[in-house]
């Protein structure tokens, strides 16, 4: 057990160092300010008691952004399931895909599904490598290579720009 | 192209840091520390209560000399009072639960520790029933929206428990059940018994019929000296708190929170969750101090 006081000594001081980068990552989910904090606290307590499990200490950050991910995407899964109707944007579907109607990137990546989005934030907003995300997302390298592709496709569909600058 | 991903990133860190968003991650290291020393303990515990319990029986019960040594160490003094007695994970599609099951032993009270642990074993399962329950409609709920099986994070319970005093005369244990969906909720049931009597200790017992007047006082001026020294510390009562903060619920001290002795003599209240404080308060505990001439706060050694 000598080890393990670092280990939750170095996860704390993570943490503490880049706690606004998880709030904006998990308010970029869930878009709202009370619900993103309630992510943060969440990851951070689920993170801590479960320190033990995070073998290998370089690994904090791929560890610790794993758990943030899948906090933030369940609370925006349940909380999707209850938005009131007055609070449903106003537009339809078929708007989307008016020609005359060029969608500014950062809209349009709200449009994507929630794999997409994790690896189009973690990837440009977070300035993860391809491994990162892929430890992250807890898929293997290819499929975060081809879904980053996918994702720029759409991307450049919904802009009419090239986004292809991975 | 690069500027519109440039753009794109500065909306994305135009996002604005809220102000509470460092008190947030502070309570939320307190109280992930306070689950995981938890956790250590009872790895650490279930070592020497592995090799403790295989001479223990037969030493405490045929010589009195080494009953009354061990009672003198204080980690195997707590070991001979509440010990696991079932320590199970079960991990399926909807939920991942972990328990780790005490057992009150070695009290002297036959009577006593069967009352206590059935108790508790009824407790549990119940509990565990209707988390089960939950999760289960949690995930149909989620697959019958479109989510795929594979993707559905399973609902997490941790059953476990904390020894707070344990002396010749009192033993005091917190045990929690932690359900984390979207969000984590820790359910506390205290235990406080004077072994002297077999007696489950309440807190007109320990503070006199006027003790929900003592606990307000002692909780609301400890508040306002909490509040006063740390502004990132936020109450729904004491004078710090915004006047319609408390309109939409009961009033917090109608209903008495649970408690606990500590090991240095004194007396604990715990507010759940929301009850007293926003959620990123965690679960607030007070030191409440004891009437003159309580023998609680005499420690047997």
Known sequence: ?166 | MHESWEQAKARYEEIPIPEELSATVQAALRTGSRQSARRRRWLRGGLAGLAACLCFCVLVNSTPAFAAAVADIPVLGMLARVVSVEQYVVHDAYQYIQVDLPALENTGNTALEQRINTEIRTRIHQVLDEAEARAKETQEAYVATGGSEADFIPVDVTVDYEIKRSDERYLSFLLSVCEVRANAYTQLYAYNIDLTTGRQLSLPDLLGPDYRKTIRDAVLAEIDRRTQSDPDQMYFVGSAAEENDTDWADDPFSADPQFYLNSDGQLVVVYEKYAIAPGYMGQPEFVIPLPEGSDVSDLTP
């Open chain 1, 1 to 166: 057990m000598v080890h393990a006081p670092t280990t939750r000594e170095l996860l704390s001081g993570y943490i503490v160092e880049h706690q606004e980068d998880f709030y904006r990552l998990a308010y970029s989910y869930v878009k709202n300010r009370d619900a993103a904090l309630d992510v943060v606290q969440e990851s951070i307590v689920r993170a801590l008691s479960r320190a033990d499990s995070l073998r290998d200490p370089d690994r904090v950050k791929t560890w610790f952004y794993r758990i943030l991910v899948n906090e933030s995407i369940n609370h925006f899964r349940r909380s999707s399931r209850l938005v009131p109707l007055d609070v449903l944007p106003a537009e339809t579907p078929g708007e989307a895909r008016d020609d005359a109607a060029r969608l500014d990137l950062y809209d349009a990546i709200e449009r994507l599904n929630t794999a997409e989005q994790t690896i189009i934030r973690l990837r440009f907003f977070q300035d993860m490598k391809l491994e990162e995300i892929a430890q992250v997302t807890g898929v293997n390298l290819n499929t975060v290579k081809s879904r980053l592709y996918q994702s720029l496709r759409k991307l450049k569909e919904m802009t009419k720009e090239d986004c292809n600058d991975a």
